[in-house]
């Protein structure tokens, strides 16, 4: 019995380390954003060439202007940059049309460091 109790307080010990804590507004002001993505277009549609299965089926309703944000949770790490909301309707695995839906994509440094599919962020909508 001890044993189980004593590994199961290095397990609850080591999942505790992996979490992060929130950023402060200090480390949010001064954070590295990257360089703003004057290209954001081309980054948007680069980054789709290469992640979709057909990415000659995509259509575009609306890439949004860059904005400068964070991305971050107490699970995972923080993530700065630009946001871009990209409406776009392509076929999927199986060749299906997926309709237009709208995705966010955070850009550092002109490359995408965080996708979110279908612009919700741990249940806050990134894109209006």
Known sequence: ???????????????????????????????????YPDDYENIVKTYYGYHLTHPNSVEYGK???????????????????????ATLNYRNMVGKDTGFNTHALLIHDGLVVKYVEDGEWWGKPLCN
């Open 1 to 35: 019995m001890k044993k189980l109790l004593a590994a199961l307080a290095v397990i609850s010990a080591g999942m505790l380390s992996g979490c992060t804590s929130l950023p402060s507004e200090q480390e949010i002001s001064d954070a590295d954003y990257g360089a």
């Open 63 to 85: 890439i949004e202007k860059p904005k400068r944000y964070w991305l971050g949770n107490e699970l995972d790490n923080v993530y700065y940059g630009y946001l871009v909301c």
